[in-house]
């Protein structure tokens, strides 16, 4: 599915390739680390498609209040993985991860309210200062610590729920049966620390899945450089 969606993608935009080019002196040089136009446009379609899937997902198993508490942070850091690796490693450039995250609260705010939006950019921002250095966005042990703070940020979101935001959540009219629930749960160090340890896991295996398929497929062709 991920390689059929990125080459339809890079055939839509290979056209715009020169706008990541610049002339200096009539030599065509490479862009600087900031984000070009393309760069900005490869954040948004991947980000749309990652959050398309998780909402594709999270209705699939939408059935069932316990695993949606501790289990699907999981599934989508697994899942998503190998997008958020591929586009990491396509833009190269800071402020991957602190889009994502940006659009991640725009996604909340939207299903729960504007309180999620410090702790989706809190994540955020975290996530995008363990990315600072010389191409960090090419080093695959970097990206994995970004998404795997990015995948905490999502598995603990419910928990922040309960643990700093929970007057503001009541408000948002959800029923005192789900906060009772969710209460229960993560007010309970053993599932919190199950978790947020097989969110770990997942993330990292996920971005070791995602780095094998682009070193097989996308940097043998060229797509990635």
């Known amino acids: 599915m991920m390689l059929t969606l ?50 594709a997902f999270s209705m699939l198993t939408g059935a069932s209040l316990f695993f949606n508490m501790i289990f699907n942070a999981v599934f989508t850091a697994l899942i998503l993985g190998p997008f958020f690796v591929y586009m990491a490693m396509k833009v190269g450039k800071p402020g991957v991860a602190l889009i994502y995250n940006i659009l991640q609260a725009v996604l909340a705010t939207v299903f729960m309210g504007p309180f999620m939006i410090p702790w989706f950019v ?12 010389t191409d960090s966005y090419r080093n695959i042990k970097r990206i994995t610590i970004a998404w795997i703070i990015t995948s905490l940020t999502r598995a603990a979101h419910g928990m922040s729920e309960i643990w700093f935001f929970k007057d ?21 160090a053993k599932w919190v620390i199950i978790s947020l340890a097989s969110t770990v896991v997942a993330a990292a295996i996920g971005c070791y899945l995602g780095n094998k398929m682009t070193e097989k497929h996308f940097k043998k062709t060229g797509i990635i450089k």
Request: hydrophobic share 45%; glycine share 10%.
């Open 6 to 55: 990125v080459l339809l993608i890079e055939k839509q935009t290979t056209s715009n390739e020169a706008c990541e080019l610049i002339i200096r002196g009539g030599t065509l040089m490479e862009n600087t680390k900031k984000l070009s136009i393309k760069d900005l446009a490869t954040i948004g379609i991947f980000s749309a498609i990652m959050i398309v899937v998780f909402i």
């Open 122 to 133: 809190g994540g955020g921002i975290i996530a995008e200062l363990s990315m600072i250095g």
């Open 168 to 188: 503001a959540f009541l408000k948002t009219g959800v029923s005192p049966e789900q906060v009772q629930i969710q209460t229960q749960y993560y007010t309970d």
